[in-house]
């Protein structure tokens, strides 16, 4: 009578493990969407930003001129570091419960199903790449172009670049 009961659990315990690998896909596949989304809208306010710098010319506030393509760029860096945030401290995490659920379960799988070690080898293989875990991967990404951003912001605002007439 008990082995049928083992059989019932174990399949029970592989398709729980099954729905938390669905789970993470669905937690890396908003990732992998929230960037591609923060790449398009940033895009977008760049190449604003480019014809705002060729055309149109300065704004002035509180007696202050400064061009009108850092506004655009101004606006690219709140929208990106707000990508950033909602990318890194929200969805990451919830991927990453979702990783250490499925480390767990897969831990408890172990002594059944030696094979079942998905969880783990994405995990060192992650790790392996660059010498580095997701979350700095996701750093350097955001950090990167914010650092581009920063530098196109200032040269517009101390008029570095400029727009022959």
């Known amino acids: 009578m008990d082995a049928p009961t083992t059989s019932v659990d174990l399949s029970t315990r592989i398709d729980v493990w099954k729905k938390v690998v669905d789970v993470q896909m669905h937690f890396n596949d908003l990732c992998l969407r929230i960037r591609s ?4 809208i940033l895009g977008v306010l760049l190449g604003s930003a480019a014809v705002a710098h060729r055309f149109a010319g300065h704004i002035e506030l509180f007696s202050y001129k400064f061009p009108t393509a850092t506004l655009f760029i101004g606006i690219s860096i709140v929208v990106w570091s ?30 059944d199903i030696s094979e079942i070690n998905l969880a783990n080898s994405i995990r060192e ?5 660059l010498h580095m875990n997701a979350a700095k ?7 990167a172009i914010l650092f581009v951003q920063l530098i ?3 040269a517009l605002m101390f008029n570095v670049v400029t727009v022959p007439s």
């Open 37 to 40: 989304f923060a790449v398009s």
């Open 82 to 111: 707000a990508f950033y945030v909602m990318d890194r401290y929200w969805y990451h995490e919830l991927l990453k419960g979702a990783v250490h659920h499925g480390l767990k379960i897969e831990e408890n799988l172990s002594s």
């Open 125 to 129: 293989q992650s790790h392996s790449s």
């Open 137 to 143: 991967k996701l750093h350097l990404f955001y950090l």
């Open 152 to 154: 196109a912001f200032f």
